[in-house]
């Protein structure tokens, strides 16, 4: 399993590489987020506005992921309104199976 951001100006954080066997849980998630993402992001972004966006994978829909989001991320949005699980819809996904 592969982890990676693309900011909109072309900002790419070096892809994360999850052990083999892994399946990713909040703990996971979470613990992902607070070592590696968030510092990324507070790097990259620095005071610019950006959209945090995922799929729907249990580990992102869950309620402590969802709480530590809102927490931890100023444009955060709720998955109700996330757009469908299709490449087409998101340019993260399109960008790194391209470049994997």
Same mark, same amino acid.
């Given at each position: ?9 072309? @900002?790419? %954080? *070096? ?6 066997? +892994? =399946?990713?849980? $909040?703990?996971?998630?979470? @613990?992902? %987020? *607070? ?6 992001? +507070? =790097?990259?972004? $620095? ?54």
């Amino acid at each position: 399993m592969v982890f990676g951001i693309i900011s909109s100006n072309g @900002d790419v %954080m *070096k892809q994360y590489f999850f052990p083999q066997e +892994l =399946k990713l849980n $909040n703990e996971g998630y979470l @613990d992902l %987020m *607070k070592t590696i993402v968030k510092n990324w992001i +507070l =790097k990259v972004a $620095n005071r610019q506005l950006y959209m945090w966006q995922q799929d729907s994978a249990p580990c992102y829909t869950s309620h402590v992921s969802q709480m530590w989001l809102a927490d931890n991320h100023k444009d955060h949005t709720s998955p109700n309104i996330w757009p469908p699980n299709s490449p087409d819809c998101n340019a993260c996904n399109l960008y790194l199976w391209g470049s994997v």
